[in-house]
């Protein structure tokens, strides 16, 4: 029970690596308060998502409860919290993970996909983890915050060259949060997931030639699973890491380090 009595935020949380990371703070004895935007993409069943990773965390005896809320926006991080609060009366540790990655062409990207990647991904963990950490300041007893950023901050990617600059940022934001809030008590580190298979790149992995291309290249043999990130991100968010801070996570599988 690494997170026994602790309150915690997930943005991104219906699913994927955030509905994960939810499950697993539950699991380790928190309650939690998920974000979630149901922008009518009914592709994903966002809103059914919800209310199944909600049932999931209840039936571990924990309490929940979800705001829907573009992260994009300053206002959604300040509700956020505030309704956690209201529910819970405090935060002890913010999972920062709600992101986009539209894979697209660099040489004829749209402004408003760019605009898009960087105001969900990037502003987004700027504004959820600035209204966080006000709140953890008042409280004056400390906090956590893990922030998702990505293998992708460390190398190029012909089709996301719009997305790699954002996780770039949400680690660069994570090493700055740790100076600027250590002096509260609160630690700020990001995860690197490298390739695990979500809905978010279900599409890119379901070309067969490509997904083994990246089981070859991985040591450990395998694309990860959220439930990979989600324990990384309960270790860092828990007493275990109490002295860690500004640190970055890979979370791929030896990916990274594999160059053969």
């Known amino acids: 029970m690494l997170l026994k009595d602790k309150v915690v935020i ?58 829907e809320g573009n992260v994009a926006l300053r206002e959604t991080g300040q509700e956020l919290v505030r309704r956690t609060v209201e529910a819970f009366g405090k935060v002890d ?17 749209p402004p408003e996909v760019l605009e898009s990647t960087v105001a969900v991904n990037l502003n987004g963990a700027f504004y959820v983890t600035q209204a966080a950490a006000q709140q953890m300041k008042a409280q004056g007893t400390g906090g956590a915050i893990v922030a998702t950023s990505s293998i992708s901050a460390l190398v190029g990617g012909g089709m ?8 770039a940022g949400v680690h660069s934001l994570m090493q700055s949060c740790a ?31 490509k997904k083994a291309y990246f089981e070859k290249r991985i040591p450990l043999g395998r694309l990860g699973r959220p439930e990979d990130v989600a324990d990384c991100v309960v270790f860092l968010a828990s007493d275990r890491a109490r002295y860690v801070t500004g640190a970055a996570l890979l979370v791929d599988g030896g990916l990274f380090v594999n160059l053969q």
């Open 160 to 167: 996301q060259t719009h997305y790699t600059p954002t996780k």
């Open 93 to 109: 540790v913010l999972a920062s993970n709600a992101g986009i990655c539209p894979f697209h062409a660099f040489l004829d990207m």
């Open 179 to 209: 100076v600027a809030l250590g002096p509260y008590g609160i630690r700020c580190n990001s995860v690197m997931p490298g390739t695990i298979a979500t809905d978010l790149n279900a599409e890119d992995l379901a070309d067969e030639a």
């Open 10 to 67: 997930v943005t991104g949380g219906s699913r994927g690596i955030g509905r994960a990371i939810a499950v697993a703070c539950a699991t380790e004895g928190a309650d939690v308060a998920i974000n979630y935007w149901g922008d009518n993409d009914a592709s994903y069943g966002r809103r059914s998502a919800v209310a199944e990773v909600v049932g999931e965390i209840e039936a571990l005896g924990r309490r929940v409860i979800a705001v």
